[in-house]
């Protein structure tokens, strides 16, 4: 009743008296007003989209004032001391490791900006998820970081605030909240694929409201405060969130509430039931070791479901189930998941219950799958201490039905993103973590969620016993692992793992830690693999991808985070319960994949996280904890067991480089290389390797070194015979399989990662590895390092930082550039004292990805080597020393003294001198590394037990003991060994005869050594076995070995041989190294005495050999003797090979093969010097002195016709009308002339609102000025020949100087159009590349038939008068042009100039005022010829002072061009009544004809432009041109120069000045020399302008005109030669390039007189000291001052209108500097900033891809839709516009430079380098950039010379999208 009033009247009074009434200290009927209007207002029935309701809340909570004023108001009170800016994904940010505690933290620009960052490690980053900044937070960063805002704490000086401000807001707002939960409660249906778009819709509408609370947010701590007291108020919550009594509505939505609360429990209700009953069907035998209180331990379905392929996910159970509940019995697999016991907390997998607001609004938030702005309000309120306490605890109570939520999403990219952006925030300050972790169990929370997630993809494990394993493994194929769904979880798990405090719970919390165990269990031996052995597989599977990143992010991540705490000999205990559970769940999966002794074959498995946490645990243990190694280590059995999954991963390796996989397809080569990659390699293999070592260390070593060689399947290859048969290789797999086998072996003894190396020498070893393989960028070397034993950022304390280490091992070398090559980054490189000291072979082989690295260290050794002078052969790897080993693993010395080793390494010596099939020089290398390793690492004999030697072991007697110094030389006699009956050993000859014979032979027989592997290692394991469980089971009894090893097939039978030997080690090694350096006496008997130690470090196999030597010989007597003995008698060896023509056969194929490769090096030679001199016919880099074979001003002129070769059907001869030849070119409209300015200066880009570029002040825009301006009053014709157009948009002609017949060309064009290979061209437009050079062409310019045999006479010096040469001209230009005969040539020259109309726009040709009439095409041809001449002169520096033939001239040809002109022009005839040349030389007499004429008068001859009028001259005579008639028109034509420039000095005068000068002029007129006496002429000129109207009345008012310098004689000179050059320069070059003269250099202060001489206006006068005068240059074909009168007449003529202009167009200055880029900032920030955030013009939007154009700085959307028109994006069209088709782009958001040419584009790079000299494209490492100068240029010269198409190679179509 009394509300319905209220709404009619006005809000803000209403709302004014409402806050009145209610500041009475009675105020309950203001109370129940405020109440009632609410209810009318809020009324959640009405639709969400009606704002009125809004607009009430605003008016209400203001209470009377503007909501605006109410805003000011409300912030005056902010007391935050925090930044809290929230913000969300493609934000760009800022995170400095020098400041961060935490290493989430981030800052907004602002706070960065205004914080002192000088010299820290910072870095720019585009957010993922969203952020929110950090500054004033203490907890996540330093205070020294924080900015000048936040660093002052301004809670203090904050006034408190007047209780009746906020007054309304906490009565209105608690109402608006319930009524946008009761929204949200009524727009919810649970998802199905129809619902999803429901809860979207229902968002929308809720826009405006949830926005109105974001802004609250935003007004500052006073507001927040309010807010919070709302949000976590229950008295609030409970009276309003059932809503009334009576209210219908509001209890529906209360019911739909409730039903969606009962899922939201881990297990929902109906499965919690279904379950039950499941359970107590299968609990009918409990599982062996269930305590009788099963009740403590919550058991679960482990998948049982998902096992039977069921859709359904099988979860977890409730865990206030009393049973024992085991549902997965049905499929015979009894898996027990301990999950979180009751004891702790059952409430994770109940049904959640909210008490205030704050929980309900989150519930929603969930449910509706995190809204963005939901997110950001909620994160927006975070700086308000209460509230976050409160919402970490409400968020971490909602934490498993967030994940159950995002396992369900279709969305949960998107939704991932969103926790995360909140979690972060949360987790990331230590103290809230630790409080939640203690009051609401976090950690149990998250394992327990993790566990649940797992589970519903997990299936059986299918390593070793397929049938009865019970272990299952997760499911890599499934989606929650592919699309990577749990990550948001693991980043929460690993970020609150990285506080000491709480990863000091989860370690002493046991029951979580075997909780976790189980978990990484999930994992252990995922993905397994299956050697395909018969055909390819089908499909290859791609989820290697999702196992990699699984065990990388779910297990190691973690793994690393827990070892970061357990650095110390306090944390011991931690260490050995985590040890402890490690082997107990390795003991738990070998039990359930039924694990005995041997592994299956043909299988593998990259993951074995158990096996990891325990090597890394124990690493740590000894490295930093100084715990006992036996102590945590298992019985012998169980280490036999742990090794044998390892080493089945180090073969493996081994087979897939084999090609031994190759049937599995390309994905088993990329497990391959992603287990030793740099992200992985730390986490993979080296704790691989690691445990290796650990085991090795322990076993016997004899049995591991067995296993090793069985693993690898080269057991068979072992034997001295010369053949055996192998079970299980093919022959070309035995050599790579033996090399990795050795290569292995030498790693595990020689690394020492984890055996003793200390961080820094770790760093080192990895950077220097890495650097050996290539130079590498800094940011590259950063990726590749290892990121976890030696954390890169952050200074770990006494160890060395990333980049003091680059600069101790590596060199910088500074980016370069090829002018026309790819440009290189900065890059380091070795310095040469680490290669001398530390490449290390073998860490290069453990690091390297693809095999091919591991060659290109090779290749860089042996070059430096080289050119060092050390070694000049083909370097063996060098042998480096190493780091002592701890004291705990010395039992690792133990591999390479024993029996089993030596026998293999004397077989293999064997076996290589007698050139046995399937060894390699890499076998030998190895061989002798193991030998140098003993040799090294002697293991101290303890007793002399070992000497009695122990008969029964057949192989003891090979070797007396196990050391290698006293084996090396012991001699073996016989070996007995079993060959197939092929094999050339077996003896054909009947048993020895005599008894003498006899009994050797059997003696032999028994003094003949026995050796099998096999046999021995089941022994050894037999023994090993039996000592360590007398009560050994029967299931760990060995197969028997012949079952093994039955070859397939029927081979040969094999007998038994005996040979004889009768070598010892050091033997051979001496013959070996004979064998090596190929001469007899190699070694003399007295080599060690004069043996000098130090040559040895680098060299080859026979630098290895000695270097054994002498180590055996220093460290043992008999050694040395032995050696001695050997070298003083050795003969060269005679291999067992009797049959000489095989030696023959050899021979020869040695000889064969050396002609053979001579061949070949004569053909590279010849190839490489044709190579060499087409080079430098074709190409525009090198050397401007070789001039160009094709430039047809060649200055030999020859006599007789030009011949041209074809290029493509390689014949030569002339070009003819009928089958012309043509020169291959690319015509590309060009701007590059409009673009130059007058200022030497390039122009900036503007990087703040104040800063702009004017394009007023170009070349382009001036001429365009000025054609406008004339054709405003003078005849249109006329004014169409006195300017030239083509500064913008004009074509420019360029070639690579290759000629092909046109015939040819047509059908090369027809080939491409029918070849289907994607090409970067469009062969339809008439690209394509020359045929020869491959440079981008797009036409062909017909070459004119060759020179008649006149040429002599057209360039004959004359000696005719001046007159009599003008009337010759003038005679030549009467003779009409004959239109030519119709022929191929004629035709061809017609088409070109098509080509040539179609290069450029219709605007850039039309400038007349009918389109298309013969004066504007004249226009046009005409002025193609200026735009080549003066691009030319651009290339050359703007001047000819360098002469020559500069790389611009090489591509050009204006000497064809000039003749297709001219043969199209000579069709126009001018008519003589309005010919130029008549004014030039003549003075007509009276001007009766023009008053006829009532059009426009003509252009008078001093607006005219004299470059125009030479070119059209010449273009429009009959062609070849006399050089006599040439010189004539440049003569007469500098006359005309002459007056112009002193018309436009003596504008540029004072009044005063000019009366001075024309009476002082007046007085030289008599003299002899006047009409060549510049002060004469000047007095004249001036004169005749102030004469009937002075043309210099009108610039009064335009004071920059005048000059405020004083002009003197010298002044008025220099202004007159700088006026007249850049004509002298053009007459100059186009003689050059028509008469082929020679241009010769000058000084630049001599160009004048040179070019003036060279142009024949001077005569070549020896060198005299007065300075030439530009007036003596001057020849009058008739008196000089009457002509003048005549031209000046035609100015001061003219009517009024016209003479006001008359001025401008008189002063004009052909001056231009060359053309630049605009400059650039030296900082990339400074454009970033400014441009990243700016709106574009067009759309006022900020566009997601702002591009920036660098001719001219403007502002363009990159592919935005907004700026489109009819079809095309904005930067093609700017491109078009600006460039005439060419555009230069910097993308701001990428840093890099984009080309747009015509339809196609390509990335050119970028210009900006960061402090490595590195580019950063799409900023993605952020570090601060700089502007990289060279590159600039390089980029500004390929515009200049428009050979953007050639350099660059990448180009793609842009479709017009861009």
């Known amino acids: 009743m009394m509300a319905a009033s209220l709404l009619r009247r006005d809000k803000k009074a209403t709302a004014a008296h409402l806050k009145a009434d209610l500041n009475r200290t009675d105020n309950s009927s203001g109370v129940r007003q405020l109440q009632e209007l609410l209810d009318c207002v809020l009324n959640p029935e009405k639709p969400a989209a009606d704002t009125e309701a809004l607009d009430w809340c605003k008016c209400l909570i203001a209470g009377g004032e503007g909501f605006e004023e109410f805003c000011k108001t409300v912030r005056s009170y902010d007391n935050a001391t925090l930044c809290g800016l929230v913000w969300t994904a493609n934000f760009v940010a800022y995170r400095c490791r020098t400041c961060g505690i935490s290493p989430c933290m981030s800052l907004c620009a602002e706070c960065f900006n205004n914080g002192d960052h000088t010299g820290h490690d910072f870095n720019m980053f585009r957010s993922q998820a969203g952020g929110a900044c950090d500054c004033g937070d203490s907890n996540v960063m330093r205070e020294s970081g924080f900015c000048r805002r936040h660093r002052l704490r301004t809670g203090e000086n904050v006034p408190s605030v007047p209780r009746d401000l906020l007054l309304m807001s906490e009565t209105v707002l608690p109402r608006f909240i319930i009524c946008i939960l009761q929204y949200l409660r009524d727009g919810y249906t649970e998802p199905d694929t129809s619902a999803e778009r429901d809860l979207q819709k229902v968002l929308q509408q809720l826009e405006p409201q949830i926005s109105f609370l974001e802004d609250l947010t935003k007004m500052g701590g006073a507001m927040r405060t309010v807010l919070t007291k709302i949000l976590t108020n229950q008295q609030t919550f409970k009276d309003l969130s059932m809503g009334q009594e009576e209210n219908v509505y509001a209890k529906n939505n209360y019911e739909k509430y409730l039903s969606a609360l009962k899922n939201s429990g881990l297990v929902s209700s109906e499965e919690k039931a279904g379950a039950g009953a499941g359970a107590q069907a299968g609990a009918a035998e409990p599982p062996p070791g269930a305590e009788a209180g099963a009740g403590a331990e919550a058991g679960a379905t482990a998948g049982a479901l998902g096992l039977l392929g069921a859709t359904a996910p099988a979860s977890p159970d409730d865990s206030n189930k009393e049973e024992d509940q085991d549902g997965g019995q049905c499929v015979g697999q009894r898996k027990r998941v301990k999950l979180s016991s009751t004891t702790k907390d059952p409430s994770i997998m109940d049904s959640l219950k909210h008490k205030c607001f704050l929980e309900e609004l989150l519930f929603w938030t969930i449910k509706y799958e995190f809204p963005q702005k939901m997110v950001t309000f909620l994160l927006n309120m975070l700086p308000d201490q209460d509230y976050k306490i409160t919402f970490t605890k409400t968020f971490v109570q909602h934490y498993a039905f967030i994940m159950k939520t995002l396992m369900k999403s279709h969305e949960s990219d998107t939704m991932s993103n969103r926790i995360v952006h909140i979690s972060v925030q949360l987790f990331s300050n230590e103290e809230l973590a630790r409080h939640v972790t203690e009051e609401c169990q976090l950690l149990d929370i998250m394992v327990t969620v993790l566990l649940y997630m797992m589970e519903s993809c997990l299936i059986k494990s299918e390593l070793q016993d397929e049938e009865n394993s019970r272990h299952v493994v997760v499911n890599c194929g499934e989606a929650l692992l592919k699309n990577n769904t749990y990550w948001p979880l693991v980043s929460d798990f690993i970020n609150i793992l990285s506080h000491q405090s709480v990863a000091k719970k989860f370690l002493e919390d046991h029951s979580l830690l075997m909780l976790w165990m189980t978990f990484v269990s999930f994992f252990q031996g995922m993905n397994l693999n299956k050697r395909e052995l018969n055909e390819h597989v089908e499909f290859e599977s791609q989820t290697y991808y999702a196992a990699f990143a699984a065990e990388l992010e779910a297990c190691a991540q973690p793994m690393w985070g827990l070892l970061t705490h357990c650095k110390v000999k306090e944390t011991q205990e931690y260490t050995k319960t985590v040890v402890r559970y490690c082997l107990e769940t390795l003991q738990i999966w070998f039990d359930a994949i039924g694990f005995v002794d041997e592994p299956a074959p043909n299988q593998v498995t990259f993951h074995l996280p158990l096996h990891r946490y325990y090597a890394m645990f124990l690493s740590k243990a000894m490295k930093c904890q100084g715990l006992d190694l036996d102590s945590l280590l298992p019985d012998q059995e169980m280490l036999m067991k742990i090794m044998v999954h390892p080493l089945q991963i180090q073969a493996s390796l081994s087979e897939v480089h084999s090609n031994m996989w190759v049937r599995n397809g390309l994905q088993i080569k990329g497990q391959a290389m992603t287990y030793v990659q740099s992200h992985f390699c730390n986490s993979m293999i080296d704790p691989d390797i690691y445990l290796l070592q650990v085991c090795a260390s322990r076993l016997d070593p004899d049995y591991f070194i067995s296993s090793v060689f069985e693993r690898f399947k080269v057991v068979d290859l072992l034997t001295m015979a010369s053949q055996h048969q192998n079970a299980v290789l093919d022959s070309e797999q035995e050599r790579p399989m033996l090399e990795g086998a050795l290569t292995f072996l030498v790693i595990l003894s020689s690394l020492r990662i984890h055996l003793g190396m200390g961080d820094d020498e770790i760093l080192r070893a990895e950077m220097v ?22 954390p890169k950022s952050g200074i770990v304390p006494g160890s060395c930082s990333f980049e003091d280490m680059l600069s101790a091992v590596a060199d910088f070398k500074a980016p370069v550039f090829e002018p026309g090559g790819s440009m290189q980054q900065g890059m380091y490189t070795p310095k040469a004292e680490v290669w001398e000291k530390e490449f290390d072979p073998i860490m290069v082989i453990l690091r390297t990805v693809y095999r091919r690295d591991v060659q ?79 040799l090294d690492n002697m293991v101290q004999e303890d007793k002399e037990e070992e000497e009695p030697c122990i008969e029964e072991h057949c192989h003891d007697s090979w070797f007396p003991g196990t050391n290698l110094l006293t084996n090396l030389h012991h001699v073996i006699n016989f070996v007995r060994v079993r060959v197939p009956e092929t094999a050339p050993e077996v003896k054909k000859e009947p048993p020895p005869s005599t008894s003498a014979e006899a009994s050797t032979f059997s003696q032999n027989l028994r003094e003949a050594q026995v050796f099998s592997l096999v046999a021995e290692r089941r022994r050894k394991f037999q023994e090993i076995i039996n000592r360590s469980s007398t009560e050994a089971s029967q299931s760990a009894r060995p197969k028997s070995s012949s079952t093994r090893w039955v070859p397939p097939g029927t081979p040969p039978q094999l007998v038994t041989e005996i040979l004889e030997i009768r070598e010892s080690m050091v033997s051979l090694l001496v013959k070996l190294h004979q064998k090596l350096s190929a001469k007899q006496s190699a070694l003399s008997a007295t080599w060690l005495e004069d043996m000098d130690t130090g040559r040895h470090a680098h060299g080859d196999g026979i630098t290895a050999i000695e270097r054994i030597l002498t180590k055996a010989a220093t460290r043992s007597r008999q050694s040395r003797r032995c050696i001695q003995e050997i070298c003083g008698k050795v003969c060269p060896p005679v291999p067992p090979k009797k049959n000489s023509p095989s030696d023959k056969k050899t021979m020869d194929k040695e000889e064969r093969r050396q002609r053979a490769r001579e061949r070949q090096q004569k053909l590279l030679a010849e190839f490489a010097s044709r190579q060499k001199s087409f080079m430098e016919t074709a190409m525009d880099v090198e050397s401007p002195e070789t001039e160009a074979a094709m430039d047809m001003g060649a200055s030999e002129l020859m006599e007789s016709e030009v011949l041209y070769d074809c290029v493509i059907c390689g014949q030569s001869g002339p070009s003819t009308e009928d089958r012309p030849t043509g020169l291959v070119v690319l015509l590309q409209a060009s701007s590059v002339l409009g673009h130059r300015c007058r200022g030497e200066q390039a122009k900036k880009l503007p990087t703040c609102d104040q800063e702009h570029v004017y394009p007023a002040d170009t070349c382009g825009a001036a001429h365009d000025v000025r054609l406008t301006l004339m054709q405003r009053f003078f005849k249109d014709s006329s004014c169409l020949q006195s300017v030239s157009i083509g500064w913008d948009g004009g074509v420019y002609v360029q070639t690579c100087g290759h000629t092909l017949h046109i015939d040819c060309h047509k059908s090369y064009m027809e080939s491409l159009r029918n070849d289907q290979v994607l090409q970067g061209f469009s062969v339809d437009k008439g690209e394509f590349t020359c045929p020869l050079c491959r440079q981008f062409a797009n036409s062909v310019l017909p070459c004119r038939p060759g020179r008649g045999t006149q040429a002599g006479a057209w360039r004959a010096p004359s000696s005719k008068t001046t007159s009599v040469l003008v009337k010759e001209v003038e005679d030549q230009q009467d003779t009409l042009g004959l239109f030519p005969t119709e022929s191929n040539l004629s035709k061809e020259m017609e088409l070109v100039i098509k080509d040539i109309k179609n290069t450029t ?162 007085l030289k007129k008599n003299a002899a020399n006047a009409e060549k006496s510049s002060e004469a002429l000047l007095g004249h000129v001036i004169g005749e302008l102030s004469s009937e109207r002075s043309v210099y009345d009108v610039n009064l008012e335009e004071p920059s005109m005048l000059s405020s310098s004083v002009w003197s004689p010298q002044s008025i000179e220099y202004s007159l030669q700088q006026f007249c050059l850049p004509f002298l320069r053009l007459s100059c070059l186009l003689q050059h390039h028509l008469y082929g003269d020679h241009l010769s250099g000058c000084p630049e202060d001599d160009e004048f007189s040179s070019l003036a001489v060279c142009l024949g206006l001077l005569a070549p006068c020896p060198q005299t000291s007065n300075p030439i005068t530009s007036a003596s240059c001057l020849e009058w074909a008739v008196g000089a001052f009457p002509l003048i009168t005549q031209w000046c007449s035609e100015v001061t003529g003219l009517s009024d209108s016209q003479a006001e202009q008359s001025l401008t167009l008189l002063v004009q200055d052909p001056q231009w500097a060359p053309p630049h880029l605009l400059q650039l900032p030296d900082n990339y920030n400074t454009i970033f900033q400014y441009y990243h955030r700016k709106a574009c013009s067009a759309c006022k939007k900020v566009p997601k891809d702002p591009a920036l154009c660098l001719v001219c700085g403007a502002f363009v959307c990159l592919k935005g839709l907004c700026c489109k028109q009819q079809g095309i994006c904005e930067c093609v069209l700017h491109s078009q516009h600006c460039g005439a088709a060419t555009g230069i782009f910097l993308l701001i958001n990428a840093s890099v430079i984009i080309i747009i040419r015509g339809h196609r584009f390509c990335l050119w790079g970028s210009v900006y380098l960061d402090a490595h000299g590195e580019e950063d494209r799409d900023l993605r490492r952020g570090k601060p950039l700089f502007l990289c100068e060279e590159r600039y240029r390089v980029l500004e010269l390929q515009w200049v010379s428009h050979t953007f198409d050639h350099i660059n190679k990448r180009w793609g179509p842009h479709y017009n999208g861009l």
């Open 769 to 790: 590895s890495q650097l050996c393989m290539n130079d590498r960028t800094h940011s590259s070397l950063l990726d590749l390092i290892p990121e976890n034993p030696n």
């Open 856 to 934: 290109s260290a090779m290749d860089r050794y042996s070059a430096f080597l080289k050119q060092s002078g050390m070694h000049t052969g083909n370097p063996w790897p060098p042998y480096k020393e190493r780091t002592p080993l701890h004291p705990c693993y010395k039992g690792l010395a133990r591999l390479l003294h024993c029996k089993t080793l030596h026998i293999v390494i004397f077989t293999l010596l064997y076996k290589i001198w007698m050139d046995h099939q399937n060894l390699s020089e890499h076998v030998l290398c190895m061989v002798l590394y193991l030998i140098e390793l003993g």
């Open 1401 to 1562: 726009q219709k605007k850039y040709m039309d400038y007349g005022r009918n389109p298309g009439s013969p004066d504007n095409d004249f226009l046009f041809m005409y002025s193609v010829a200026r735009t080549n001449l003066e691009l030319e002169l651009v290339h050359r520096g703007g001047n000819l002072c360098s002469g020559g033939a500069s790389a611009a001239a090489k591509r050009s040809c204006l000497n064809q061009l000039f003749h297709v002109l001219n043969m199209h022009m000579r069709l126009y005839s001018i008519d003589s009544a309005y010919n130029p040349w008549n004014r030039l030389t003549q003075i007509t007499h009276g001007r009766e004809a023009d008053g006829l004429d009532e059009e426009r008068p003509e252009v008078p001859m001093l607006f005219r432009d004299v470059p125009s009028l030479l070119i059209i001259f010449v273009l429009t005579m009959p062609q070849p041109l006399r050089k006599e008639h040439f010189m004539c028109v440049v003569r007469m034509l500098y006359n005309l120069l002459y007056a112009q420039a002193l018309a436009a000095l003596s504008g540029r005068f004072s009044p005063e000045e000019r009366q001075a000068w024309s009476t002082s002029g007046a």
